[in-house]
């Protein structure tokens, strides 16, 4: 019975913590399945366990060894001990050591099974407080995910706006200069919009601008960034596009954009200006802007409606009613 005990006891106390404490070592190098706050559940219910086998084993060990040491007398003062009986011995003898034993371990057995049913109490209750914790990190990343879409989205068209447009328009420079991959930017003014605002309202201005969009985004690659860049002023990132494939887009957009109907009835038109890489010298992206804006502003000097390429400040004549070249 002792050799028993004294095997639960160790085990408790040592074999099971360790095994405990391997586990925990071992399972906090693994990669998170369910998310952080889930695998600190587990690791913190892990060590809760081999703490509590450590204490209760500990405890075990304390009273095997309290009771097989006898109790220490100054030898002057211990008293003789009494002369023992044939009865006596045989009482003795009788005594239900077995049962007293028994009744100790059923005792402690116990006392570690309210231990371990408050311990799986207290997991439930971390588990489920993981999974409040879990489900509220997935809000707050679908929430971050919209404010930082709508960050960089155009409220009246849904277009992207120009941080948008700035930030993709250097990541393509950067990667013109490694690979030298070309890059247009083509810049658009809808002509006559001022009238339209100021004469039919600003629902009618919102509607053109929603139009202008819509073509944009019909005539466009996947590829393109197309911006509203500021009033009516729009912007579109030409991917892997030379100037010559550039100029055929803005001059297809030209020809398109007169032939929506508009509600209010008004028939809109569009000037462009057009700037590319390799073909113009812009040592930075602010600096690509500014050459397609100088060519836009000479598509308005020479009477709008006309597409202009920076380099070659004469603006393509209107095409007549014709497709231009696809």
């Given at each position: 019975v002792i050799m028993r005990r004294l095997i639960l006891a160790l085990s408790?106390?040592?074999?099971?913590?360790?095994?405990?404490?391997?586990?925990?070592?071992?399972?906090?190098?693994?990669?998170?399945?369910?998310?952080?706050?889930?695998?600190?559940?587990?690791?913190?219910?892990?060590?809760?366990?081999?703490?509590?086998?450590?204490?209760?084993?500990?405890?075990?060990?304390?009273?095997?060894?309290?009771?097989?040491?006898?109790?220490?007398?100054?030898?002057?003062?211990?008293?003789?001990?009494?002369?023992?009986?044939?009865?006596?011995?045989?009482?003795?003898?009788?005594?239900?050591v077995a049962d007293e034993s028994k009744e100790e371990v059923e005792s402690l057995m116990d006392s570690f099974s309210r231990v371990l049913s408050t311990i799986e109490e207290q997991a439930v209750e971390i588990n489920q407080y993981a999974l409040r914790l879990d489900s509220a990190y997935k809000e707050i990343e679908t929430s971050?995910?919209?404010?930082?879409?709508?960050?960089?989205?155009?409220?009246?068209?849904?277009?992207?706006?120009?941080?948008?447009?700035?930030?993709r328009l250097e990541e393509e420079v950067s990667r013109y200069r490694r690979f030298n991959h070309p890059v247009s930017v083509v810049l658009l003014d809808l002509d006559g919009f001022k009238a339209v605002n100021d004469e039919l309202g600003h629902a009618a201005g919102d509607e053109t601008l929603r139009g202008m969009a819509e073509i944009l985004l019909k005539h466009s690659r996947g590829i393109n960034v197309i911006c509203r860049y500021g009033g009516d002023e729009f912007a579109v990132l030409l991917?892997?596009?030379?100037?010559?494939?550039?100029?055929?887009?803005?001059?297809?957009?030209?020809?398109?954009?007169?032939?929506?109907?508009?509600?209010?009835?008004?028939?809109?038109?569009?000037?462009?200006?057009?700037?590319?890489?390799?073909?113009?010298?812009?040592?930075?992206?602010?600096?690509?802007?500014?050459?397609?804006?100088?060519?836009?502003?000479?598509?308005?000097?020479?009477?709008?409606?006309r597409v202009s390429v920076h380099g070659d400040m004469t603006p393509a004549q209107p095409s007549g009613g014709r497709s231009p070249a696809e």
């Open positions: 408790l106390s040592s074999v099971i913590p360790l095994l405990v404490a391997a586990y925990t070592l071992y399972a906090s190098g693994l990669p998170p399945s369910e998310g952080p706050a889930r695998d600190l559940a587990w690791v913190l219910s892990a060590l809760a366990v081999g703490a509590v086998s450590a204490v209760v084993g500990g405890t075990m060990l304390w009273r095997l060894l309290s009771a097989g040491r006898p109790a220490e007398t100054p030898a002057s003062s211990a008293p003789e001990p009494p002369a023992l009986g044939k009865s006596t011995v045989a009482a003795a003898e009788s005594r239900p971050s995910a919209r404010l930082k879409e709508f960050s960089f989205k155009d409220e009246v068209t849904g277009l992207y706006n120009r941080r948008f447009f700035s930030i991917v892997e596009t030379s100037k010559a494939g550039a100029w055929l887009y803005a001059d297809r957009i030209r020809y398109v954009l007169p032939t929506h109907r508009f509600s209010h009835g008004r028939r809109v038109t569009a000037s462009f200006g057009i700037a590319s890489l390799p073909e113009d010298v812009a040592p930075s992206p602010d600096d690509l802007i500014r050459a397609a804006d100088e060519a836009l502003y000479a598509a308005k000097r020479a009477g709008k409606n």
